[in-house]
């Protein structure tokens, strides 16, 4: 018959009172934050101790979890939705926190954050390409599932998330006075060539 307990705050879960045997542990549920391990542990009760000479009837195991980590991908464009560089982010935890920064749009218009932990996040542009204006929305997004990271903290399978964020160009301002010059309010600092 199953047994089943749940980990206290301190992640522990205790099965007291068993009878000797042997048992398989298995996690089945945990938080959305983690992946659950999917491994299935044999323990008897008791086992021999460290040394060999005794029986531990107080058995201890440590299974270990990941947490969720996944990736972003930011693509900036411009008018007519041509891919932008040189625009510059920074990802902020929803809390404001910020994770990263000097991120910048490659050729592109892709920038790409791997290796965020299991959470809400926003992208806000710190700096804008010539030519145009920065954008001060913050733009939200987050990581929900896995991927597989690697050793060097890439990312080879699993969602990517992705965001499109849209860039405008400065406006062109032209001024011109119609009418009668000779009654139009003149500003006497204003230098006119």
Same mark, same amino acid.
């Given at each position: 018959?199953? +047994?089943?307990?749940?980990?206290?705050?301190?992640?522990?879960?205790?099965?007291?009172?068993?009878?000797?045997?042997?048992?398989?542990?298995?996690?089945?549920?945990?938080?959305?934050?983690?992946?659950?391990?999917?491994?299935?542990?044999?323990?008897?009760?008791?086992?021999?101790?460290?040394?060999?000479?005794?029986?531990?009837?107080?058995?201890?195991?440590?299974?270990?979890?990941?947490?969720?980590?996944?990736?972003?991908?930011?693509?900036?464009?411009?008018?007519?939705?041509?891919?932008?560089?040189?625009?510059? =982010?920074?990802?902020?935890?929803?809390?404001?926190?910020?994770?990263?920064?000097?991120?910048?749009?490659?050729?592109?218009?892709? +920038?790409?954050?791997?290796?965020?932990?299991?959470?809400?996040?926003? =992208?806000?542009?710190?700096?804008?390409?010539?030519?145009?204006?920065?954008?001060?929305?913050?733009?939200? =997004?987050?990581?929900?599932?896995?991927?597989?990271?690697?050793?060097?903290?890439?990312?080879?399978?699993?969602? +990517?998330?992705?965001?499109?964020?849209?860039?405008? &160009?400065?406006?062109?301002?032209?001024?011109? +006075?119609?009418?009668?010059?000779?009654?139009?309010?003149?500003?006497?600092?204003? &230098?006119?060539?």
């Amino acid at each position: 018959t199953p +047994i089943q307990v749940t980990t206290d705050a301190n992640g522990q879960a205790v099965f007291p009172d068993l009878p000797l045997g042997r048992y398989e542990v298995k996690e089945i549920a945990g938080p959305a934050h983690v992946n659950l391990n999917p491994n299935t542990y044999t323990v008897d009760i008791p086992m021999t101790d460290k040394e060999g000479k005794g029986l531990n009837y107080d058995v201890h195991m440590y299974p270990k979890n990941e947490i969720k980590r996944g990736a972003v991908e930011l693509t900036k464009t411009g008018a007519g939705d041509k891919a932008l560089a040189g625009a510059e =982010f920074s990802v902020f935890k929803e809390d404001g926190t910020e994770v990263q920064k000097g991120l910048v749009s490659g050729a592109d218009g892709k +920038i790409r954050v791997q290796g965020l932990e299991y959470g809400k996040y926003y =992208f806000q542009e710190t700096k804008a390409p010539t030519g145009y204006v920065i954008d001060p929305t913050k733009h939200a =997004f987050s990581i929900t599932e896995s991927g597989t990271v690697n050793e060097d903290g890439t990312i080879t399978s699993g969602a +990517i998330v992705p965001v499109a964020i849209k860039n405008f &160009e400065e406006p062109t301002i032209d001024k011109k +006075i119609n009418g009668d010059s000779e009654n139009a309010p003149m500003n006497p600092n204003t &230098e006119h060539t």
